[in-house]
């Protein structure tokens, strides 16, 4: 390695690894003056070389051998942007085991295979950094493992997807139905032809996963997390939610337990209008954080997107490049196994939405069921619907495990026809 | 030093450093498990040891010799929260040139000597850090170094006096008068007896010096920062603020301008009431970021308290003991000499609030004047007072010389009374 002088491998030339390259060699003079630091972009390994690249690569950069990138002793520092479990996974620990600090913003890969790789980094003595992984351009993992290493982190709540939140923001403030907002987010480009991944709430599970593992220090994988996505979440919920003083956002929560438990979950959920969280709008991302000394702090910004995604990653690499210099890595992640709190224990207020027969005796009815089960109304809202009505309900904080008994039992009333929506109520803990 | 045990020497033991005490006494154990570093609290200076402390300190760390504690061989880090220039300055210079760390929370020495300073840090190879100078608990500075050290950044406005955002938000929220409000935050405690350094912005305008410092890598101090406070604010120029869609804030703007050029500024100013900011209420600060890659970014949490700043103090010294186990400093900061851009030289939408005389003729006589300056109008509502009739204008982006030339004129004019207000709008850039 010559001073000063880093030169990266980069894995993977989609949407962020091509705004990256874009930065690298526009911006390398500017980033060398202010930081002492040279970036190379020395190689770049994609899938195809025949296909066109929205950026003009120098030449002889270009290669298809991913696996010769990796060991070049050449290359000093490696950047992965190709996604998914596999090749990323095996590149990555060569590289380590090699020697060279990575780079990652592959968030399926540190929350299914994350602890192995923080062993193989802290056994190889280099970096992997992965600021780019949870809420794109925010720096979010960087605060939380330096600013606040010493903070004993209570609670942290994030709009962590932004193709859910420009649908429920859509749904919220033009009405529209949830198909009609998520094609438009796929017109936009900001929701894949298949929505899954985002609309069922996989994608936000990852990233608490990594959140969970970096706020606790615990070892949390994707299947660890509870997980339920928008799809079922209606105008009705949302326009009842507002006239409640409330907004329906799409939260992944990661919190401390009783004993040594952590809680991991992502759900639609009422938040509080005067809650920070409430005026996330669009495709914005922001994360929450209740901590013991620091109180509450919320960082907001773009989530994903190309540029921002690469703005984190370029800020990893002058990192790792920082710690190269110095001849030693940062600071590691040492993972303690987690012991996971059940969905069933949490304790909150819930929101339901039942469909019944509009005839007398109903109310009586589902009151009778829920108060069997130590469920106490604070709220109910009676609709009207033709020959049907639709009953809306806050209850008081309750065990889910009881509410779930509820909407059970309901459902075994004749007079009950659907028990459509259940959405858990943000306490705000202010 | 022993490894993995780091001895903290404390110069002061106000709000802030009896918080230190504090985590450090109660969370000790906590923050060595998870960061393996045994931070001991070892010698506390303060000026009187007759004065009763908040904290339990153990027996034998207090002193009134911060000198002692300074050129101590077995203190590893020096944590200044004395604040004000001198002794803070002597006591920091002396620690950074014996080789020791020092993590301050003192904005006021910073925005003045801070040049000085970070120079006697990088001479000495040792780390100075000030996480806790700006904007209290919210991770902000070491973003801007770390995180953000590739990104070209464009803008910074932040809220980052929470005594002002309290009462500005006061008068919008509960309509109180710029009076009554001052009185409740210094009733909570939110504002001193002497309220000048808040109210008139002079603790903006160290914290904006010290912000255009880091984001810019130039040598900005106090005395460069273009300075309004919030006294002449009125509840008439808030209510109208909010008809057209605006709130008020106290802002520090640092941003890059023409050539070299840096503007820095600090005064109340109309923000789109759908713009981040205007939902950031109470004491809370919060930091908005324009960058070219990562887009726009907000970090928002409590901006003083003991604990809070206490929080940030902690993570920096951790930090700083991180770095001294591997034998080397962190990153260091060089400042560039600056040139800062004339306010005169701004382009900006105006709020102009302007006392005339109720009879015909005076719309025409004021117009008259905007137009010779070129300054044209693209709002105005006229509010009768009696006798007396207000006007109040909102012009297109024009130069502040020349709108401050309009106010001079406009003085000159027998049907004018006074011109109370003028007020900067935010411009969106999004």
């Known amino acids: 390695m010559e001073p000063g002088i880093i030169r990266v491998g980069l894995l993977g030339c989609g949407n962020v690894g091509a705004a990256l390259a874009q930065l690298l060699l526009r911006d390398g003079d500017d980033i060398e003056s202010r930081t002492g630091i040279r970036l190379v972009l020395a190689a770049v390994a994609v899938h195809s070389l025949a296909r066109e690249r929205p950026v003009d690569l ?6 298809t051998d991913a696996q010769a990138v990796v060991n070049d002793p050449d290359i000093d520092v490696v950047v992965e942007v190709i996604g998914g479990i596999e090749p990323a996974r095996g590149l990555i620990l060569q590289a380590l085991k090699g020697g060279k600090p990575v780079v990652t913003a592959n968030k399926e890969l540190l929350a299914n295979v994350g602890a192995e ?9 280099v970096d992997l950094l992965f600021e780019a992984a949870v809420a794109g351009g925010i720096p979010l993992i960087r605060p939380l493992r330096e600013s606040l290493a010493g903070e004993r982190i209570r609670r942290i709540m994030g709009i962590v997807n932004g193709t859910t939140n420009f ?4 749904m919220t403030e033009g009405g529209a139905s949830y198909h009609d907002a998520l094609a438009e987010a796929q017109r936009l480009g900001y929701a894949e032809r298949d929505p899954t991944a985002d609309v069922e709430g996989y994608d936000a599970a990852a990233k608490a996963a990594i959140l969970a593992s970096v706020a606790f ?3 949390v994988v994707a299947g660890d997390v509870y997980r339920e996505g928008i799809s079922a979440v209606t105008v009705d919920d949302i326009e009842f939610a507002g006239r409640l003083g409330y907004v329906i956002k799409l939260l992944a929560v990661v919190e ?3 004993g040594d438990m952590v809680a991991v979950r992502v759900h639609p959920a009422m938040v509080p209008s005067t809650h920070p969280l409430a005026a996330v709008r669009d495709s914005f991302n922001a994360v929450f954080v209740e901590g ?9 910004g773009r989530g994903a997107g190309g540029m921002p ?7 990893d690499l002058l990192d790792a490049a920082h710690n190269l210099s110095c001849g030693h890595a940062g600071r590691t992640i040492t993972l303690r196994p987690a012991s996971i709190f059940p969905i069933d224990e949490l304790r909150s207020e819930y929101y339901l939405s039942i469909d019944v027969a509009d005839r007398p005796g109903v109310l009586h009815a589902v009151a009778g069921v829920l108060g069997s089960h130590d469920v106490s109304i604070r709220l109910m809202e009676q609709v009207g619907l033709g020959a049907e009505a639709r009953l809306v309900i806050i209850v008081h904080p309750a065990l889910e495990r009881d509410v779930q008994a509820c909407l059970h039992d309901l459902r075994q009333l004749d007079v009950v026809d659907r028990t459509s929506g259940l959405l858990r109520v943000v306490d705000s803990q202010r």
């Open 58 to 63: 120098p030449p002889g950069v270009l290669t």
């Open 117 to 125: 790789l923080f062993e193989a980094a802290n056994a190889g003595g």
């Open 167 to 170: 649908v429920l923001t859509k």
């Open 217 to 219: 220090g615990v070892r």
């Open 256 to 258: 401390k337990a009783e």
């Open 292 to 300: 013991d000394a620091v109180g509450e702090l919320m960082l907001m």
């Open 309 to 315: 995604t690469a703005s984190a990653v370029l800020g």
